[in-house]
């Protein structure tokens, strides 16, 4: 049995490093550790709550808008506000804008650049992958940035700018665009639509979103031109639909009314969410011990010493159990068809992950363009009302990477106690007291490590698309 | 070619998300037509793991030359100036290490965003428990984690493109501007920012001008009017050029609808008030705009509040238009 430690990862959001205990060139068990310490949630002792606002988008430069959201509603829960019908379409806009504007950066920038590696030379696809792909250099990034900038253009619209807008608010949002902007929006939604269909799918954004079994995927896929079935050949010939699975239980918290809150595994029906039932675990984190506590009530105390820490980040749990959070569980939960056939089959891959992405892409993107056209002029685009001095509030969102949950009390006005769990605290989890791997630590087990091995670790930690500076919030 | 090398430590990495956007070309063609490379960033390069070690350890030990060392997020050098907030990953050192090791070899520094230029809001917990601080300042003192003296291989101080998050274009107009013709001191201003976008102030090009004309002002977050009276605003005070210079095509904070929170000054992220409420002396707002003097600022204020026209004063409060402007049948003058 011989250690390695693996790290930094380039092209995930933030500071990775993991230890992996190697047997015979195969891993036998992960460590993940996520080495950089924010403190986020001492920051925000103390403050006067509304202040949330302005801190909290600073926690995340690549969910920024989910961490708003996330407070927003946790200040809105406090107050028993509810955002207009206005606002909340707006929000939703903007909150949709960052997730696949992120879908979008994770496939070319930080997922796909892996399959230009030398290690790969000789496979039949590598010459027209390594020419598209390959990092800085390759030919994607001078179709995909101008894409992506312009698609960001709906924030300078909704939102002022990203990432860190203050545009979200408890009851909506500050920004009411007038009849120009929105038909401008729209004209910027059609230009992505178009950039989606053409250079990424190859088809409708329709069509695609129906696709319902991973055969009919492979099918599809099938010598069609574009940026994404050109993944699925390598990933055949990888065969990457088949590495990766972690737990195989599913959160999602909800997003957009598109998609449910719950819990979903294999062979079964979704289940409704539990707010109650989640937990926050220190042992294996290096912060003071103690037993595990909902978010309501959690404590984030430093404790550099820990004997049995090895990350930065707690371990959240669902019920006492490991759940996945993402694109992937906010599928599967929503019951889409292909991805529970894809889980179904051989669990959570790097394949399945990478599918869900896309098929937010192709789902959302047409809804998007409806919430626009449900603007009511002249009507409100936020409610008001004042926080009282004592009160909690809880804000779960749904970020490009999954369930992001914000737990707010306020004593005198001020701000006593704010807890954060981002998505990334649940994928990239660190054992539990009673040493259940995360997510991430146990879709590691299995694979190959070491000198030689082919860069498999890469595809399966970036599968997740991990935002590091999230988890140690 | 002018050659970066790019670190991240205590922050969001929300500067380089907002650098992806730089505009009109895509940002790595466009660096590259500018005679400007990446020898290693830690979100767009290829390597990891053992290669991205080796190439920082070439940097740091002088194998690897490189131009300018560019640096997002606060040095974090707790607890109890260990470093230990931050090691750096597959390697163990701390990051605030590697930093001081690579500021000697480097030519240029450059602070990217006001985490690495100030400390942020990393500095901001009551106590400072991360021991943050930006490369050469302590929020508005000099010092930081390479001290005030310090001057990298070219001669200058760190060159603190500060913003929370920075402009894409503050970023590479700066890059740009020292490839094509060099940087010097007096390019920067006091707090050594890039005078090419800190010489205005967010003020200038507001598009809420007619609203400040007249002092009608906003009540309420989504309100039309003016943000400083009541909503937190310091455009007048804060230097950046965000209402010259877009965000995102046509954005800007107070373009959003909410106000400018200083994000390019020290200090911004401790404003010892509510963000989004102006602070006010016996009603009168704390903090004037710059160069104002305040008995012409309150005379001037008192007098076109009172010279404020319904359309003004009724939009002022509203989220969208409730009166458009008279048109004049007379032809213009």
């Given at each position: 049995m011989t250690r390695l430690v693996v790290g930094p990862?380039?092209?995930?959001e933030g500071d990775l490093e993991i230890t992996l205990d190697v047997d015979d060139g195969v891993i036998a068990a992960a460590r993940v550790n996520?080495?950089?310490?924010?403190g986020f949630e001492q920051i925000l002792v103390?403050?006067?709550?509304?202040?949330a606002l302005a801190v909290?988008?600073?926690?995340?430069?690549?969910?920024s808008v989910g961490q708003s959201a996330a407070a927003a509603s946790a200040l809105a829960d406090a107050m028993g506000l509810q955002a207009t019908p206005n606002g909340l379409l707006a929000r939703q806009l903007i909150q949709a804008t960052e997730n696949l504007a992120d879908h979008l950066s994770h496939f070319?920038?930080?997922?796909?650049?892996?399959?230009?590696?030398?290690?790969?030379?000789?496979?039949?696809?590598?010459d027209a992958v390594a020419r598209r792909?390959?990092?800085?250099?390759?030919?994607a990034a001078a179709d995909v940035l101008p894409a992506r900038a312009n698609f960001l253009k709906l924030m300078g619209f909704l939102?002022?700018?990203?990432?860190?807008?203050?545009?979200?608010?408890?009851?909506?949002?500050?920004r009411a665009p007038t009849s120009a902007e929105r038909i401008r929006v729209l004209a910027l939604l059609r230009d992505f639509r178009s950039f989606v269909e053409t250079?990424?799918?190859?088809?409708d954004l329709e069509n695609f979103a129906t696709l319902d079994s991973a055969d009919g995927l492979a099918a599809w896929a099938d010598g069609r031109t574009g940026d994404f079935p050109a993944f699925l050949a390598t990933a055949a010939d990888l065969g990457l639909?088949?590495?990766?699975?972690?737990?195989?239980r599913f959160l999602a918290y909800g997003a957009y009314g598109l998609f449910p809150a719950g819990l979903w595994q294999a062979g079964g029906a979704s289940t409704p969410l539990d707010p109650g039932a989640i937990s926050e675990d220190?042992?294996?984190?290096?912060l003071a011990a103690g037993k595990p506590r909902h978010p309501a009530v959690g404590e984030t105390v430093v404790d550099?010493?820990?004997?049995?820490?090895?990350?930065?980040c707690k371990a959240p749990r669902y019920d006492g159990t490991v759940a996945e959070v993402g694109a992937l569980a906010r599928q599967a939960v929503a019951g889409h068809p292909l991805a529970r056939d894809m889980i179904e089959r051989h669990g959570a891959s790097v394949s399945a992950r990478v599918v869900a992405r896309l098929l937010e892409l192709a789902s959302v993107l047409p809804a998007m363009e409806g919430w626009v056209k449900a603007m009511v002029p002249g009507e409100a685009f936020c409610a008001h009302a004042s926080l009282p001095d004592e009160c909690q509030g809880a804000g779960l969102v749904e970020a490009a990477r999954g369930s992001l949950g914000h737990w707010l009390s306020v004593r005198r006005g001020r701000i006593d106690r704010y807890q954060i769990i981002a998505p990334t605290t649940w994928n990239f989890s660190p054992r539990d007291a009673a040493d259940r791997p995360g997510p991430l630590e146990q879709a590691l087990v299995g694979l190959p490590a070491g000198p030689?091995?082919?860069p498999t670790v890469q595809h399966v930690v970036r599968s997740f698309d991990p935002c590091m500076v999230c988890t140690v919030h | 070619m002018l050659r970066i090398l790019w670190l991240q430590s205590g922050g969001c990495g929300g500067c380089t998300q907002s650098l992806l956007?730089?505009?009109?070309?895509s940002l790595f063609a466009e660096l590259q037509g500018a005679g400007i490379e990446f020898v290693?960033?830690?979100?767009?390069?290829?390597?990891?793991?053992g290669e991205a070690r080796a190439i920082l350890e070439a940097c740091a030990g002088g194998a690897q030359p490189f131009d300018v060392l560019c640096v997002e997020g606060a040095m974090l050098r707790g607890p109890g100036g260990s470093g230990k907030f931050h090691l750096m990953a597959g390697?163990?050192?701390?990051l605030t290490d590697w930093v001081e090791r690579l500021a000697r070899r480097a030519r240029w520094v450059f602070a990217i965003g006001s985490c690495s230029a100030f400390g942020g809001f990393s500095a901001?917990?009551?106590?400072?428990p991360l021991e943050a601080c930006g490369l050469q300042y302590d929020n508005d003192e000099?010092?930081?984690?390479?001290?005030?003296?310090f001057r990298s291989a070219a001669g200058l101080p760190v060159v603190n493109i500060a913003?929370?998050?920075?402009?894409p274009g503050w970023v590479v107009d700066t890059l740009e501007k020292l490839a094509l013709e060099g940087l010097t001191a007096?390019?920067?201003?006091?707090?050594?920012?890039?005078?090419?976008?800190?010489?205005?102030?967010?003020?200038?090009?507001?598009?809420r001008n007619e609203y400040y004309e007249f002092k009608a002002?906003?009540?309420?977050?989504?309100?039309?009017?003016?943000?400083?009276?009541?909503?937190?605003?310091k455009g007048t005070q804060a230097h950046a050029d965000c209402n010259i210079r877009p965000?995102?095509?046509?954005?800007s904070c107070l373009r959003g609808g909410y106000?400018?929170?200083?994000?390019?000054?020290?200090?911004f992220e401790a404003p010892?008030?509510?963000?989004q409420e102006t602070p006010k002396v016996a009603g009168i707002?704390?903090?004037?705009?710059?160069?104002?003097p305040k008995a012409w600022f309150v005379a001037l204020a008192a007098l076109s509040k009172s010279a404020t026209p319904k359309r003004v004063r009724d939009n002022a409060v509203?989220?969208?238009?409730?009166i458009r402007p008279a048109i004049k049948k007379t032809g213009l003058k």
């Open positions: 990862f380039n092209r995930v996520a080495p950089l310490f924010r103390g403050r006067p709550p509304a202040d909290v988008p600073r926690i995340c430069g690549i969910c070319y920038l930080f997922f796909m650049p892996d399959f230009a590696r030398p290690a790969y030379a000789g496979r039949p696809w590598y792909f390959a990092a800085v250099k390759g030919s939102a002022g700018k990203w990432p860190h807008t203050l545009a979200l608010q408890p009851g909506g949002s500050t250079v990424v799918l190859g088809d639909d088949r590495i990766g699975r972690g737990s195989d220190t042992r294996h984190a290096w550099a010493d820990n004997p049995d820490g090895y990350t930065w030689n091995a082919p | 956007g730089s505009e009109p070309r290693w960033h830690p979100s767009f390069s290829q390597a990891s793991d390697d163990g050192r701390p901001s917990t009551p106590g400072n000099a010092g930081g984690l390479l001290g005030a003296d913003g929370c998050p920075a402009h007096s390019d920067l201003d006091d707090f050594r920012r890039p005078l090419l976008y800190a010489e205005q102030l967010v003020h200038h090009g507001c598009p002002s906003a009540q309420k977050p989504s309100d039309l009017g003016c943000l400083m009276e009541n909503l937190g605003c965000w995102n095509g046509a954005g106000a400018c929170i200083s994000c390019t000054e020290p200090g010892g008030h509510p963000f707002p704390m903090g004037l705009p710059t160069d104002m509203a989220d969208h238009a409730v």
